[in-house]
Protein backbone atom coordinates (compact mmCIF):
# COMPACT_ATOMS: atom_id res chain seq x y z
CA UNK A 1 0.00 0.00 0.00
CA UNK A 2 2.34 2.58 -1.45
CA UNK A 3 -1.30 5.56 -1.46
CA UNK A 4 1.89 8.27 -0.03
CA UNK A 5 5.31 7.97 -1.30
CA UNK A 6 8.53 10.03 -0.60
CA UNK A 7 11.14 8.62 -2.68
CA UNK A 8 14.16 10.46 -1.79
CA UNK A 9 14.90 8.56 1.90
CA UNK A 10 17.78 11.52 2.58
CA UNK A 11 18.20 15.11 1.86
CA UNK A 12 21.52 17.55 2.81
CA UNK A 13 21.34 20.93 2.77
CA UNK A 14 23.45 23.88 3.81
CA UNK A 15 22.71 26.20 6.32
CA UNK A 16 20.72 29.13 4.90
CA UNK A 17 20.01 27.66 1.60
CA UNK A 18 16.11 26.36 0.84
CA UNK A 19 15.42 22.24 1.64
CA UNK A 20 12.97 20.75 -0.92
CA UNK A 21 10.96 17.83 0.34
CA UNK A 22 9.09 15.76 -1.78
CA UNK A 23 5.77 13.74 -1.96
CA UNK A 24 4.21 12.03 -4.16
CA UNK A 25 0.24 10.50 -3.82
CA UNK A 26 -2.07 8.26 -6.02
CA UNK A 27 -5.31 8.20 -4.32
CA UNK A 28 -7.47 10.73 -5.77
CA UNK A 29 -10.07 11.01 -2.42
CA UNK A 30 -7.22 12.51 -0.73
CA UNK A 31 -7.74 16.74 0.19
CA UNK A 32 -5.94 17.15 3.35
CA UNK A 33 -1.88 17.03 3.21
CA UNK A 34 -0.11 17.76 6.23
CA UNK A 35 3.65 17.44 7.15
CA UNK A 36 5.56 16.31 10.07
CA UNK A 37 8.61 16.67 11.51
CA UNK A 38 9.92 13.61 13.75
CA UNK A 39 13.03 13.44 16.09
CA UNK A 40 14.61 10.30 16.74
CA UNK A 41 12.91 8.99 20.48
CA UNK A 42 9.83 11.50 19.99
CA UNK A 43 6.55 11.08 18.43
CA UNK A 44 5.68 13.23 14.84
CA UNK A 45 5.04 16.97 15.19
CA UNK A 46 2.92 18.72 13.14
CA UNK A 47 4.33 21.49 10.67
CA UNK A 48 2.08 22.40 7.80
CA UNK A 49 -1.24 21.80 6.27
CA UNK A 50 -3.00 22.22 3.12
CA UNK A 51 -6.65 21.65 1.47
CA UNK A 52 -6.95 20.52 -2.13
CA UNK A 53 -8.80 23.51 -3.03
CA UNK A 54 -5.54 25.55 -2.26
CA UNK A 55 -1.87 25.43 -4.15
CA UNK A 56 0.00 26.93 -2.03
CA UNK A 57 0.04 27.26 2.15
CA UNK A 58 2.93 29.77 4.15
CA UNK A 59 4.08 29.13 7.56
CA UNK A 60 6.89 31.64 8.36
CA UNK A 61 10.09 29.75 6.74
CA UNK A 62 7.78 26.78 5.75
CA UNK A 63 5.47 26.68 2.50
CA UNK A 64 3.76 23.60 1.33
CA UNK A 65 2.85 23.58 -2.33
CA UNK A 66 0.43 21.42 -4.02
CA UNK A 67 -0.38 20.23 -7.58
CA UNK A 68 -3.18 18.49 -8.09
CA UNK A 69 -2.94 17.46 -11.99
CA UNK A 70 0.31 15.55 -10.55
CA UNK A 71 -0.54 14.62 -7.32
CA UNK A 72 2.71 15.98 -5.75
CA UNK A 73 3.45 17.96 -3.09
CA UNK A 74 6.48 19.78 -1.89
CA UNK A 75 7.48 21.07 1.25
CA UNK A 76 9.72 24.14 1.01
CA UNK A 77 11.93 25.64 3.95
CA UNK A 78 13.77 28.88 3.92
CA UNK A 79 16.16 29.40 5.28
CA UNK A 80 17.30 26.38 6.31
CA UNK A 81 18.65 25.94 9.94
CA UNK A 82 20.79 22.90 11.94
CA UNK A 83 17.82 22.69 14.31
CA UNK A 84 15.39 21.65 10.69
CA UNK A 85 17.49 18.44 10.67
CA UNK A 86 15.04 15.79 11.08
CA UNK A 87 13.20 13.18 9.36
CA UNK A 88 10.07 14.92 7.67
CA UNK A 89 6.80 13.14 7.10
CA UNK A 90 4.41 13.35 4.31
CA UNK A 91 0.75 12.41 5.75
CA UNK A 92 -2.32 12.69 3.29
CA UNK A 93 -6.34 12.01 4.31
CA UNK A 94 -9.45 11.57 2.81
CA UNK A 95 -12.53 13.32 4.58
CA UNK A 96 -15.39 12.35 2.21
CA UNK A 97 -14.15 8.73 2.32
CA UNK A 98 -15.90 9.15 6.37
CA UNK A 99 -14.77 7.06 9.15
CA UNK A 100 -11.95 8.86 11.84
CA UNK A 101 -10.54 10.90 8.83
CA UNK A 102 -7.21 8.49 9.41
CA UNK A 103 -3.80 10.26 8.19
CA UNK A 104 -1.75 8.05 5.64
CA UNK A 105 1.82 8.39 5.93
CA UNK A 106 4.78 8.34 3.54
CA UNK A 107 7.97 6.63 4.43
CA UNK A 108 10.10 9.47 5.15
CA UNK A 109 12.81 12.15 4.47
CA UNK A 110 15.81 12.35 6.54
CA UNK A 111 17.02 16.20 5.85
CA UNK A 112 20.40 17.32 7.16
CA UNK A 113 20.97 21.07 7.92
CA UNK A 114 25.07 21.08 7.43
CA UNK A 115 26.88 24.15 8.40
CA UNK B 1 1.15 24.33 25.60
CA UNK B 2 -1.05 20.96 25.15
CA UNK B 3 0.54 18.38 24.51
CA UNK B 4 -0.42 14.85 24.29
CA UNK B 5 1.36 12.17 26.90
CA UNK B 6 1.77 8.17 26.54
CA UNK B 7 2.89 6.25 29.36
CA UNK B 8 5.12 4.39 29.92
CA UNK B 9 7.85 5.33 27.22
CA UNK B 10 9.21 1.92 26.62
CA UNK B 11 7.53 -1.86 27.73
CA UNK B 12 9.50 -4.61 27.94
CA UNK B 13 7.00 -7.99 27.74
CA UNK B 14 7.33 -12.15 27.00
CA UNK B 15 5.45 -13.07 23.33
CA UNK B 16 1.98 -14.13 24.87
CA UNK B 17 1.30 -11.35 27.67
CA UNK B 18 -1.30 -8.41 27.84
CA UNK B 19 -0.15 -4.81 27.54
CA UNK B 20 -1.93 -1.64 27.80
CA UNK B 21 -0.27 1.15 26.66
CA UNK B 22 -1.88 4.59 28.15
CA UNK B 23 -2.14 8.34 26.55
CA UNK B 24 -3.41 11.09 27.81
CA UNK B 25 -5.13 13.17 24.82
CA UNK B 26 -5.13 17.20 24.83
CA UNK B 27 -8.12 18.18 26.96
CA UNK B 28 -10.43 19.22 24.58
CA UNK B 29 -9.69 17.40 21.82
CA UNK B 30 -12.68 15.04 21.16
CA UNK B 31 -11.10 12.39 18.24
CA UNK B 32 -8.53 10.21 19.06
CA UNK B 33 -6.01 7.76 17.37
CA UNK B 34 -3.24 4.74 17.75
CA UNK B 35 -0.50 4.71 14.89
CA UNK B 36 2.74 2.18 14.97
CA UNK B 37 5.57 2.34 13.26
CA UNK B 38 7.85 -0.70 13.06
CA UNK B 39 11.59 0.29 13.08
CA UNK B 40 12.51 1.12 9.71
CA UNK B 41 9.09 1.58 8.61
CA UNK B 42 6.39 4.10 7.88
CA UNK B 43 3.88 5.55 10.39
CA UNK B 44 0.59 3.27 10.11
CA UNK B 45 -2.79 3.60 11.07
CA UNK B 46 -4.09 1.20 13.68
CA UNK B 47 -7.87 2.71 14.79
CA UNK B 48 -9.33 5.92 15.18
CA UNK B 49 -11.90 6.48 18.10
CA UNK B 50 -14.70 9.36 18.74
CA UNK B 51 -17.60 10.00 20.76
CA UNK B 52 -16.90 6.06 22.88
CA UNK B 53 -16.75 4.18 20.00
CA UNK B 54 -14.10 2.81 17.04
CA UNK B 55 -14.94 5.06 13.75
CA UNK B 56 -12.79 3.32 11.74
CA UNK B 57 -9.68 0.37 11.82
CA UNK B 58 -6.92 -0.98 9.84
CA UNK B 59 -6.37 -4.70 8.96
CA UNK B 60 -3.66 -4.60 11.92
CA UNK B 61 -5.95 -3.84 14.19
CA UNK B 62 -7.45 -7.21 14.86
CA UNK B 63 -9.47 -8.56 17.54
CA UNK B 64 -6.25 -8.96 19.58
CA UNK B 65 -5.98 -5.08 20.22
CA UNK B 66 -8.82 -3.05 21.84
CA UNK B 67 -9.13 0.25 22.35
CA UNK B 68 -10.77 2.06 25.71
CA UNK B 69 -12.00 5.49 27.14
CA UNK B 70 -12.14 4.40 30.62
CA UNK B 71 -12.57 8.34 32.25
CA UNK B 72 -12.97 11.38 30.85
CA UNK B 73 -8.66 11.86 30.10
CA UNK B 74 -7.02 8.26 29.37
CA UNK B 75 -7.17 6.36 26.13
CA UNK B 76 -6.01 2.99 25.80
CA UNK B 77 -4.51 0.57 24.14
CA UNK B 78 -4.21 -3.43 24.81
CA UNK B 79 -2.74 -5.74 23.52
CA UNK B 80 -4.25 -9.15 24.50
CA UNK B 81 -1.48 -11.59 23.89
CA UNK B 82 1.69 -9.82 21.79
CA UNK B 83 3.22 -11.54 19.56
CA UNK B 84 7.01 -10.96 18.35
CA UNK B 85 6.03 -8.48 15.37
CA UNK B 86 4.12 -6.29 17.62
CA UNK B 87 7.09 -5.06 18.70
CA UNK B 88 7.10 -1.38 17.65
CA UNK B 89 6.55 2.53 18.43
CA UNK B 90 3.16 2.84 19.11
CA UNK B 91 2.22 6.70 19.14
CA UNK B 92 -0.96 8.13 20.39
CA UNK B 93 -2.54 11.07 18.39
CA UNK B 94 -5.47 13.63 19.29
CA UNK B 95 -7.73 16.06 17.02
CA UNK B 96 -9.99 18.95 18.35
CA UNK B 97 -13.40 19.16 16.73
CA UNK B 98 -12.90 22.49 15.32
CA UNK B 99 -9.19 21.20 12.77
CA UNK B 100 -9.57 22.70 9.58
CA UNK B 101 -6.96 20.09 8.03
CA UNK B 102 -7.40 17.26 10.21
CA UNK B 103 -4.00 18.51 12.20
CA UNK B 104 -3.48 15.43 14.52
CA UNK B 105 -1.66 15.80 17.86
CA UNK B 106 0.76 13.31 18.31
CA UNK B 107 2.22 11.93 21.96
CA UNK B 108 5.72 11.14 22.14
CA UNK B 109 5.41 7.20 21.80
CA UNK B 110 6.02 4.02 23.69
CA UNK B 111 8.37 1.58 22.58
CA UNK B 112 7.23 -2.22 22.94
CA UNK B 113 10.06 -4.40 22.84
CA UNK B 114 7.94 -8.26 23.13
CA UNK B 115 10.58 -10.96 23.58
Known amino acids: DQQVKQNSPSLSVQEGRISILNCDYT??????FLWYKKYPAEGPTFLIS?????DKNEDGRFTVFLNKSAKHLSLHIVPSQPGDSAVYFC??????????????FGTGTQLKVEL | EPEVTQTPSHQVTQMGQEVILRCVPI?????FYWYRQILGQKVEFLVS????????KSEIFDDQFSVERPDGSNFTLKIRSTKLEDSAMYFC?????????????FGPGTRLTVL
Open chain 2, 27 to 31: SNHLY
Open chain 1, 91 to 104: AASASLTGGGNKLT
Open chain 2, 49 to 56: FYNNEISE
Open chain 2, 93 to 105: ASKSAGTPYNEQF
Open chain 1, 27 to 32: NSMFDY
Open chain 1, 50 to 54: ISSIK
